[in-house]
């Protein structure tokens, strides 16, 4: 079944982390705003990345890692155009121009570089295809992605982080009355200003951000920055009901014993449906 | 005449009200009206804002209640006070809308500081091509493997009364925990 979604919903560290777990093989694929992505996996680990239409054939990944120089490149890229990866391979190895290792290492090395840029994304969709596998000439790896893993998460630190401090878009800010720091000292930007001119408690920080054309990211991170300035104070929105008095617990049983029964009850009416 | 009541919540769309409507030997009673937030009103036209009321009569002296409640993060209010008292609940989750399971885990863990009682995850729409698997879900609602995900379909008593019964093992299994 269907393991697709939106990078809004899930970061592509949560893909990796959700990969890893269920030792996936197949490729992820992400549709960017500009390009896209194909990330291939086999039993939950790296074996392969295409971003856009950037040349990742073995060539010029060396040449990238600078086991190859440009003439060297340019050589293979006219002299050996028919030539798989595999076979221009095991060519470099066999003529004692590089190791077998240095070849791995050049594609763990672009791959992981893939993978690492993919990790700016936010907006795009991804599915995850189970039979799509590298192209068959390509040379993949096995790379474990805990690590890539980690990397991810420190970037996204910053926005949990954020949303900690801002659990709820749907709170309203209000102009602190006696703000501890002087007003005119303070220096906004103009994302700040378009923000501060939105703010009134009959407004969700919600709303502002979409009035001002704010992703979560951004308003929480301006938020969060007036919040520590001592500006404005978080406050639930004007007209928001208040909580009712607390009902009262409906459940009168007395004992553990008649708990069971009282469930094992419950149990055998259900299963009479 | 004892009542006892099982909540059934999750997110915008999952799915509450008809699971309940499935079961309830009664119309449901629900509070529903027209969605204004446009995100919203693409997905249906009415949603829940207060809550959804369905009866199970077990016996002449007890009846079980399921309340559904309102998957705007709006009425969240309403929850703590529908938490009061009950005896589980169930978290009912879209399989097919992955951009919910994020709010589906802070509901989660929302009505778990509310009560600490005994709780399943139905895995909701299950029949559909695009629904998620239960594994892939597991994973990306971060769910502990103890934790009972169930496949469900909120039209289809079978699978509802499965989610139903699945609840009432773990809550007699808790009971049974709590006697050693």
Known sequence: ?273 | MQTVKMVVTGPFSAGKTEFIRSVSEIDVVSTERKVSADGERAVKNATTVAMDFGRITVDEDLVLYLFGTPGQKRFDFMWEILSEGMLGFIVMVDSTRPETFREARSILETFRAYAPTPYVVAANKQDMSDAWDIEDMRHALRLDGKVKLLPCVASDKTTVKNVLLELLYSILAEMDGGDK
């Open chain 1, 1 to 273: 079944m269907a393991l697709r979604g939106n990078l809004r919903d899930f970061t592509v560290t949560q893909l990796l982390n959700l990969i890893n777990l269920a030792h996936k093989s197949g490729t992820l694929v992400i549709e960017g705003p500009n390009e896209a992505a194909k990330v291939s996996f086999r039993d939950g680990k790296l074996a392969y990345a295409q971003i856009g239409q950037e040349d990742n054939r073995l060539a010029s990944v060396l040449h990238r890692s600078n086991k190859l120089t440009t003439g060297q490149l340019r050589a293979i890229q006219t002299r050996a155009v028919q030539v798989s990866d595999k076979e221009l391979g095991l060519l470099l190895i066999n003529a004692g121009y590089m190791s077998q290792d240095d070849i791995l290492n050049s594609l763990q090395s672009y791959f992981t570089d893939v993978v690492r840029r993919l990790f700016t994304w936010v907006e795009g969709f991804f599915r995850f295809e189970n039979e799509m596998t590298p192209p068959d000439d390509r040379i993949t790896v096995r790379l474990d992605l805990e690590n890539l893993i980690i990397e991810g998460a420190r970037q996204l630190r910053e926005w949990e982080q954020l949303q900690d401090e801002i659990p709820s878009l749907d709170m309203a800010l209000k102009f602190i009355e006696r703000p501890g720091t002087s007003m005119q000292k303070m220096n906004l930007s103009v994302e700040e200003w378009r923000v501060v001119s939105y703010i009134n408690p009959r407004n969700t920080i919600q709303q502002i951000a979409s009035a001002a054309k704010m992703s979560d990211l951004e308003i929480r991170r301006i938020v969060y920055g007036l919040l520590q300035a001592g500006l404005v104070e978080v406050v639930r929105p004007e007209g928001a009901p208040q909580a009712a008095e607390r009902a009262r617990p409906q459940v009168t049983v007395q004992n553990r014993e008649e708990q069971k029964s009282l469930v094992n009850r419950l149990i055998t009416r259900i299963r009479s449906i």
